[in-house]
Nanobody, 127 residues
Framework: QVQVVESGGGLVQAGGSLRLSCTAS????????MGWFRQAPGKEREGLSC????????YYADSVKGRFTISRDNAKNTLYLQMNSLKPEDTAMYYC????????????????????WGQGTQVTVSS
């Protein structure tokens, strides 16, 4: 049984930082590409970043490029998202997801590209 669990969310002031973690079990983590998404109330889920199985290739949405960094530790079955210079508009539920392809396809920002999802962790940025 595959389980994907996010952690590390919380309340932070604008300009602050948070690091999200995502652990996956029940799958061969090192074979999967991993992505981060977020969804704010009343908005569609937004693809933020994707990292290839080896960690060597990463993609970012324009909205977070230069502020967020995705990384992974395959030995620990863990994905990370370092978020710096946070803004109130970053407030959302953050999700991680696993893609069987192992690489970040041209549609990496689409939900349908991922097979396994976590339940999310809430990030709230106060102004």
């Amino acid at each position: 049984q595959v389980q994907v669990v996010e952690s590390g969310g919380g309340l932070v002031q604008a300009g602050g930082s948070l690091r999200l973690s995502c652990t996956a079990s029940g799958l061969t983590f090192g074979n999967y590409a991993m992505g981060w998404f977020r969804q704010a109330p009343g908005k569609e889920r937004e693809g933020l970043s994707c990292i290839r199985w080896s960690g060597g290739v990463r993609y970012y949405a324009d909205s977070v490029k230069g502020r967020f960094t995705i990384s992974r530790d395959n030995a620990k079955n863990t994905l990370y998202l370092q978020m710096n210079s946070l803004k109130p508009e970053d407030t959302a539920m953050y999700y991680c997801a696993a893609a069987m392809t192992g690489y970040c396809s041209g549609s990496w920002a689409r939900e349908a590209s991922y097979q396994y999802w976590g339940q999310g962790t809430q990030v709230t940025v106060s102004s």
